[in-house]
């Protein structure tokens, strides 16, 4: 028979349990529609009267779709890069946009373009010249073919990089708020920038290659 541990060695381990179930324990997350708990990857509603995202399970997304009628439209998961999407510095220029990191979307309600470039106090939006907005999208079949409201195209050219991605629009609020929380002072910080850095090898981590699929 094992010889018990004394006593003063086996307090510290029920000392931890009791720390443990004194923590106050996290919120659940809840689908906005029907309240059900949902886990950390959920899927989205957009809500394109006032761009308002929200949290929704599996059964009530799938009771909207892309219709541009309904109040709330199931936002796509999905990444696909966009190499051929090369946009020079001149025609980045034309855009008036101050900073090398921006997303683009079609309103649904006016058919325009907008760019939205993110900042410490959040997403700034800048109406884009269609022009410009042609010139990009006739480099890419897919660019054409993006859904109103809840796809974007997102593009860092910040210190040195080339990302172009073709994304849900919730990546894009997750973009803005993860800049929000990280930013410090008036040029960001190294957590910042780290963070924009992550976050777009992320989406290149998911976007499928040869023998990888979707989101994998």
Same mark, same amino acid.
């Given at each position: ?23 106050? #324990? ?26 308002? *995202? ?30 051929? *999407? ?28 907008? #760019? ?11 109406? *884009? ?73 992320? *989406?290149?981590?998911? #976007? ?9």
């Amino acid at each position: 028979m094992d010889t018990p541990a004394p006593i003063s060695q086996r307090r510290p381990a029920g000392l931890a349990r009791l720390q443990r179930l004194a923590r106050p #324990a996290q919120p659940m997350e809840r689908c906005e529609l029907c309240g059900n708990p949902i886990g950390p990857r959920h899927e989205h509603l957009f809500e394109p009267k006032n761009r308002q *995202l929200h949290c929704a399970c599996e059964a009530c997304a799938i009771l909207f779709s892309a219709d541009q009628s309904q109040r709330y439209r199931r936002v796509p998961s999905h990444v696909t890069a966009l190499p051929e *999407l090369e946009i020079s510095a001149q025609l980045w220029q034309s855009m008036h946009i101050p900073i090398n990191l921006a997303f683009f979307y079609r309103s649904g309600e006016s058919g325009k373009v907008v #760019a939205v470039y993110p900042s410490p106090g959040g997403g700034v939006e800048s109406l *884009l010249p269609m022009d410009s907005w042609e010139e990009i999208s006739a480099k890419s079949p897919a660019v054409t073919k993006m859904q109103s409201d809840v796809e974007a195209v997102v593009v860092n050219h910040i210190k040195g990089r080339r990302d172009c991605f073709l994304v849900s629009i919730d990546e894009c609020y997750k973009l803005v708020g993860l800049i929000r929380s990280n930013w410090r002072g008036l040029s960001g910080g190294q957590e910042a920038w780290q963070a924009i850095g992550s976050f777009f090898d992320e *989406l290149a981590r998911r #976007a499928p290659g040869p023998g990888r699929s979707a989101n994998a």
